[in-house]
C-alpha cells in the first residue's frame, strides 16, 4: 500500500506579446480603438510627428513552470513504486517549458523533474524549409529491487569476495551456509540508463539534404545475475555495470519528381569497462579438481560496427519503377582472451594468442523492379544478395575446460560464413473489377560453412485466383 502526496506550491503561466514601435516598412494595420473628440484630429488635419497604432510582429511566446513539493509514503516493496520513476519527498521543479514561434522560426525548450534520476531535457529548434535541430538528455533509472542480501563484497571492477573465515568454516564443515546466511548485508540493485541525442536536418537546396544524428546511451549501478562454478551450483548477486554504447549515422539525400538517391555511413561502438566477473566460491577456500575455489564469467565485449550504404530509385516510362539498396559493413573486436580457467588445481592449457582478433564483413543488396503497364496488369521483381563473411583467425584450443571443474578434448573454432541469394518474381492479372490472377516465383540458395548440409537451394510455385466484392 502506498500513498503519496503532493503539495502544488506555484504554477505560473507566461505568455508575452510584445508591441514593437511602429517601423517605417510598409504598410500597417490600425488597431481598432476608441478615442474622445477631444483626442481625435480634425478631419484631414496632418498627423505627422504622431505614432501609429499598429498589430506587432508575429512572435507569440509561451512558458510555463511548475514546481511544488512533494511527500510519500510508501508500505511494502518500494522498488515497484520507484521502479521506473524517482518520485524521492522534497521539492521539485517539473513543466518547465519555453516557445518561441515567427513567421520562419520555431524555439522550443523543455525540463521534468529537475535534479533526479529521471530527469529529462529537451531543445529544438527550426529555420521553416532550411534547418532543424533538436537534442535529449534523458535519465531513465531501474529500481530492482530494495530488499536483497550477498555474501558477497563487490567491487565496481566485478570482483566478488566471500570473507576467508566463511570459506574455511564450510569447506572443514564447521560450519554451514545456513548458519552464516544472517551475515549477508542487503543492498540496493539499481541501475541508471543516461541517454543524449542529437539530431540535424539542413536542407541544402530544394532537391538535397543533410542529415547527421548521434544518440550516446551510458548504463551504471547494480544489477541481478545469477553466477554459476558448474551447472548445479549457481548463486545468484549483485553485479556491477559500466558500459557506453555510440551511434552515429550521416547522409546527403537528393530527390527530385523523377527518383531519390541517398549515401549515409552509420557507426556503433559499444564500450564495456568491465570484461569478466571474478567471483569466490562460497563453499570453498582452496581448489580441488571438481571444485574450484574462484569462478569467472565474461561480460559482453566491447566492439564496433560501420556500414557504408547506397540506396536510390528512378521512375522509369510505362509506370515502371526501379530501386537498388546496398550496404557494406565491417564489425570488429579484439578484446583480450579470459584464461582457460581459474581453477588452480587445473593445468590451464595455454592461449594460442592473446586478443580475440574477431572481424566480420557484410555486403547486402537489393534490387527490384516495379512495373504496372496497364490497369489490368501488375509485375514485380526482386533480387536479394546477403555475404557475412568471417576474417577471424582459427583458433586452436588443446584442451577445453568444462564448467572450471575438469579437462576435456581438444578443439577448433568454426569461423560461420554466410551466404544467401533470393530472387522473387510475382505477376498479377485482373480481368475483371472484382477479381484477379496472381502467379509467383520464388527461389533461394544459401550457403553456410561447418554445417552438415553447407549448400542449399529451394524453389517455390505459387498460383493463386483471388475475388472481393460487397455482399
Known amino acids: 500500500m502506498r500513498t503519496r502526496t503532493t503539495i502544488l506550491i506555484g504554477a505560473l503561466l507566461l505568455a508575452s506579446c510584445p508591441f514593437a514601435a511602429a517601423q517605417d516598412t510598409g504598410a500597417t494595420t490600425p488597431l481598432a480603438t476608441s478615442r474622445t473628440a477631444a483626442e481625435a484630429p480634425a478631419q484631414g488635419a496632418p498627423t505627422a510627428g504622431r505614432p501609429t497604432d499598429v498589430l506587432p510582429a508575429s512572435t507569440p511566446k509561451l512558458g510555463t513552470i511548475d514546481f511544488g513539493f512533494r511527500g510519500s509514503n510508501v508500505n511494502g516493496d518500494a522498488s515497484r513504486y520507484y521502479r521506473f520513476k524517482d518520485w524521492r519527498d522534497g521539492g521539485y521543479l517539473s513543466g518547465l517549458r519555453f516557445e518561441k514561434v515567427t513567421e520562419g522560426q520555431l524555439w522550443h525548450a523543455e525540463a521534468h523533474n529537475v535534479g533526479y534520476r529521471d530527469q529529462r531535457y529537451f531543445g529544438e529548434f527550426q529555420s521553416v524549409g532550411k534547418l532543424k535541430v533538436n537534442g535529449e538528455w534523458n535519465e531513465i533509472p531501474l529500481f530492482i529491487s530494495d530488499d536483497t542480501r550477498t555474501l558477497y563484497t563487490v567491487s565496481k571492477a566485478g570482483v566478488f569476495t566471500v570473507d576467508d573465515t566463511i570459506q574455511r568454516g564450510i569447506e572443514s564443515g564447521a560450519t554451514t551456509l545456513g548458519n552464516v546466511i544472517g551475515q549477508a548485508a542487503a543492498f540496493n540493485a539499481r541501475t541508471q540508463r543516461d541517454t543524449a541525442l542529437f539530431n540535424l536536418t539542413y536542407s541544402a537546396s530544394r532537391d538535397v539534404d543533410v542529415k547527421f544524428a548521434v544518440r550516446n546511451s551510458r548504463r551504471d549501478g547494480y544489477n541481478l545475475q545469477s553466477l554459476n ?34 549515401v549515409g555511413y552509420d557507426g556503433s561502438w559499444y564500450n564495456n569497462q568491465i570484461n569478466a566477473y571474478r567471483f569466490d566460491n562460497p563453499l570453498r577456500y582452496t581448489s580441488i579438481v571438481g571444485g574450484p575455489s574462484v569462478g569467472q564469467m565474461s561480460t559482453w565485449p566491447s566492439n564496433t560496427m560501420q556500414t557504408v550504404n547506397l540506396n536510390g530509385r528512378y521512375q522509369l516510362p510505362g509506370r515502371t519503377r526501379a530501386s537498388a539498396a546496398i550496404s557494406v ?3 570488429k573486436q579484439n578484446e583480450a582472451l579470459l584464461p582457460a580457467t581459474v581453477n588452480t588445481a587445473l593445468v590451464a592449457p595455454v592461449l594460442e594468442r592473446s586478443s580475440a582478433e574477431a572481424e566480420a564483413r557484410t555486403l547486402s543488396m537489393v534490387y527490384t523492379l516495379n512495373s504496372r503497364p496497364n490497369d489490368a496488369l501488375w509485375l514485380n521483381a526482386r533480387y536479394r544478395y546477403y555475404d557475412y563473411d568471417t576474417q577471424t583467425p582459427a583458433f ?39 477479381a484477379s490472377v496472381n502467379l509467383g516465383y520464388t527461389r533461394e540458395e544459401g550457403d553456410r560453412t561447418f554445417r552438415i548440409f553447407e549448400k542449399t537451394a529451394e524453389n517455390i510455385v505459387r498460383a493463386s485466383i483471388d475475388s472481393t466484392g460487397n455482399l
Open 229 to 262: 562454478f558448474g551447472f548445479s551450483n549457481t548463486i545468484e548477486s549483485e553485479v556491477p555495470l559500466n558500459d557506453r554504447t555510440t551511434d552515429l549515422r550521416a547522409a546527403i539525400e537528393f530527390a527530385n519528381a523523377k527518383g531519390l538517391m541517398s
Open 329 to 331: 559493413g565491417n564489425s
Open 396 to 434: 586452436f584450443i588443446s584442451s577445453m575446460v568444462v564448467a572450471d571443474n575438469t579437462l576435456g578434448a581438444a578443439k577448433e573454432s568454426e569461423p560461420l560464413d554466410i551466404k544467401r541469394q533470393t530472387i522473387d518474381l510475382d505477376a498479377s492479372y485482373t480481368p475483371f473489377q472484382y
